[in-house]
């Protein structure tokens, strides 16, 4: 790279922000970040607009042509990214989730990875790549799937559970993979057991290092930071322990990925997880945007012109394998067919690590460059869909719903699945800004609401919303009252939110409620009745109640505040 005003890599940065703070939001109205970055660093890398450079001198001043130079900062991106799956995760949540995350999750993964390794065998490829290949291609897009969940609001939905155990159990097998390119890629064909032993033996014992060393020192060391109340040097601390965590694995030979999922993994232990990743979430939006555009740079596109048919063939045919498997697995579980098809459609692309392992697997020689092309621009391709498979996916499990029937089915499994989760009794426009917020921190919630038309348009969105009376008794405990965390009231009947607010507190003294009230007055009355919250209406109420809520389970209260604050604007349209 170049060196301007002695600034090293200035123009590559200028060209970078350009494309984070212009062209990527521009594409945003039509595809997700991910593949914004994916397309604009294909605008700007050697094999775009590069190949103009020579003879328009303009264009030169618009493109990167040093892949490697940016390959290497951008590893930081991925870094990052473990390292927030790493903070999502915790011993409790994974437990809760056991079921679809081991059982559906790693099915998925074994059975998936298995066959397209098979399929790429039988198209000449060696043992080692083919089972690199059917590994990371059986992986799906967290990024782009997670993303379109909260913002259709369907993360807490059968479905939307359904499709982030899985990819949740996807993640924590990406250090594995990752782990094993690294060590085959480095070792002799004739050692690969013998080496693969070693390599495994040396990765637990500096796992376990770290582990302990983490377990007694980092708290203390939080704690002592934020004991400052420096905001700058609690993210300094952060940053420090991220990317110093990876660079200790990768002293120890092992991927900085798994250093960098390990520290996550120790923060999301104490209580400054939530914090941490609010604090972060810049560094690796930005990081992984880099992550992507490096992605999009390296790909050459020429390719596509010369084999279109092959390549669109091998996209579709991954696609369809993907969603074939997945939907035969989901049934094996006990999935609805409509639910089993919204989740095995949403799953049916390649994901963004699929870029990574085969990136890591074309580095250390495990796979041939021409291969390694071909396969990034068929999972680029797949990951461009993802908006239609979403579609598809929805229009395809409205189709199969069989009426009334089947829907109340689907409710009253949901119900008796899940635990820990919210009731909202009331759907209207204080109870619908408390699901936003509560989509955003991915909390399960139960919204019912006695208005038919309202709660089939929210339910034919994916809401979690059935209809019935709030206020009684009986419906709540329908909606696993026995198992709820919380319960929050916001019936606009005022005796109603009385009676209901007394009812509760006598069957569950613990259970924590939270009441919207007409007035200061009715407040004072529902506290009396056992509301441990009562908030009068308006809609600084609800972003109350939201807030309150967020405290209640846990939540840092400046934390919560962050993320009420994020509701705002759209409440006050």
């Known amino acids: 790279m170049e060196s301007h005003v002695h600034i ?47 003879v328009y001198e303009p264009v030169s001043y618009l493109v990167i042509t040093d892949v490697e130079g940016v390959t290497v900062l951008a590893e930081l991106g991925v870094i990052f990214l473990l390292f927030v799956i790493g903070l999502e995760l915790s011993f409790e949540r994974l437990w809760t989730m056991r079921r679809l995350v081991f059982g559906l999750g790693s099915a998925q993964i074994l059975v998936t990875g298995a066959i397209i390794a098979a399929i790429a065998m039988l198209w000449g490829n060696a043992t080692a790549p083919a089972i690199i290949l059917g590994a990371c291609l059986a992986l799906s897009s967290t990024a782009i799937v997670t993303q379109l969940l909260i913002e259709k609001g369907r993360l807490g939905t059968p479905s939307g559970r359904a499709t982030f155990s899985i990819l949740l159990m996807q993640d924590l097998a990406v250090v594995p993979i990752l782990f094993a390119v690294s060590v085959l890629g480095t070792m002799a064909v004739g050692n690969v057991a013998l080496g693969f032993g070693l390599a495994a033996g040396q990765a637990l014992l500096v796992i376990a290092a770290i582990y302990a060393v983490g377990r007694l020192a980092l708290r203390p060391l939080l704690q002592l930071v934020a004991g400052t109340d420096s905001r700058e040097a609690f993210i300094a601390i952060i940053l420090l322990i991220a990317v110093g965590t990876a660079a200790l694995t990768g002293f120890a030979g092992l991927s900085m990925a798994l250093g960098a999922f390990l520290a996550g993994l120790l923060i999301a232990e104490t209580e400054f997880r939530h914090q941490v990743k609010i604090d972060i979430e810049p560094f690796k939006g930005l990081m992984l945007g880099l992550f992507f555009l490096s992605v999009g740079m390296g790909i050459d596109w020429r390719m596509v012109i010369d084999n279109p048919l092959l390549i669109i063939a091998s996209a579709i045919g991954l696609v369809l394998i993907k969603i074939a498997i997945n939907f035969a697995l989901c049934l094996a579980w006990r999935l609805p067919r409509h639910r089993a098809a919204k989740v095995a459609i949403m799953l049916g692309q390649a994901g963004e690590f699929g870029f990574l392992v085969i990136g890591l697997s074309i580095t250390v020689g495990l796979l041939p460059a021409d291969t390694g092309q071909f396969m990034l621009i068929v999972v680029g391709l797949t990951m461009l869909v993802t908006p239609g498979l979403d579609w598809l996916a929805r229009r395809v499990g409205a189709a199969l719903e069989r009426g009334e029937a089947e829907a109340g089915f689907e409710e009253t499994a949901w119900a008796s699945e899940i635990g820990g989760h919210v009731i909202l009794a009331g759907y209207g426009r204080v109870g619908a800004t408390i699901a936003n917020v509560l989509d955003r921190q991915d909390i399960r919630y139960i919204a019912i609401d006695r208005d038919p038309e309202l709660a089939r348009k929210a339910a034919s969105d994916g809401r979690p919303v059935r209809m019935g009376d709030a206020s009684r008794l009986e419906v709540l405990r329908e909606a696993g009252l026995d198992k709820a965390a919380a319960v929050v009231i916001t019936i606009g009947d005022k005796d ?10 006598r069957l569950a003294p613990r259970l924590p409620i939270l009441a919207r009230a007409r007035d200061v007055s009715h407040a004072d009355k529902l506290l009396v009745d056992g509301a441990h919250v009562a908030v009068p209406e308006t809609i600084e109420g609800s972003l109350r109640l939201a807030e309150m809520l967020l405290i209640e389970f846990g939540i840092d209260s400046d934390v919560a505040n962050q993320v009420v604050e994020l509701e705002r604007p759209l409440t006050e349209i």
């Open 8 to 54: 090293p890599f200035l123009r590559e940065v200028l060209v970078f922000l350009l494309a984070a703070g212009i062209a990527v939001p521009l594409l945003q109205r039509l595809v997700s970040p991910v593949i914004g970055y994916f397309i604009v660093g294909g605008l700007i890398g050697p094999f775009g607009l590069g190949l103009l450079a020579d």
């Open 496 to 505: 109603a939110t009385e009676a209901l607010t007394n009812e509760i507190h």
